[in-house]
Nanobody, 121 residues
Framework: QVQLVESGGGLVQAGGSLRLSCAASGSIFSINAMGWFRQAPGKQRELVATITSGGDTNYADSVKGRFTISRDNAKNTVYLQMNSLKPEDTAVYYC???????????????WGQGTQVTVSS
C-alpha cells in the first residue's frame, strides 16, 4: 500500500509565504512525475505545478514567479514553496504522484488527502 501525506498548510496574510510538503511511503519501486493541484470552493480542481523525476517543472500561469516546486527523491517528497500569496490562492491543495509499485510493477496515480491554505486580505 502507498500513502501520500501532506503538511504545511495554514492561514497566512496576503504577501506571506507557506511551504507545503508531501511525503510518499509504502511499497514504492520508483516515483515518476509528482505535482500539486488545488481546489477552491465551488471550483474545479486545477493544476498548480508538476515536476518530473529528472527535475523538469511546469507551472500554472497564475503562480509563475511566485511558487516553486521541488522534490527530494531520496525522501520521496515533493515540496511547494509559495511566496507572495494572494487571497485567490485560497484553496485545498492536493499532491499527487505517479508511482510504480513493488508488487506487480504497475504505475498508479496516487493522491494525498489535501491541506487547506487560506490567505487573508
Amino acid at each position: 500500500q502507498v500513502q501520500l501525506v501532506e503538511s504545511g498548510g495554514g492561514l497566512v496574510q496576503a504577501g506571506g509565504s507557506l511551504r507545503l510538503s508531501c511525503a510518499a511511503s509504502g511499497s514504492i519501486f520508483s516515483i515518476n512525475a509528482m505535482g500539486w493541484f488545488r481546489q477552491a470552493p465551488g471550483k474545479q480542481r486545477e493544476l498548480v505545478a508538476t515536476i518530473t523525476s529528472g527535475g523538469d517543472t511546469n507551472y500554472a500561469d497564475s503562480v509563475k514567479g511566485r511558487f516553486t516546486i521541488s522534490r527530494d527523491n531520496a525522501k520521496n517528497t515533493v515540496y511547494l514553496q509559495m511566496n507572495s500569496l494572494k487571497p485567490e490562492d485560497t484553496a485545498v491543495y492536493y499532491c499527487n504522484a505517479h508511482i510504480v509499485v513493488v508488487l506487480g510493477g504497475r504505475r498508479i496515480l496516487y493522491w494525498g488527502q489535501g491541506t487547506q491554505v487560506t490567505v487573508s486580505s
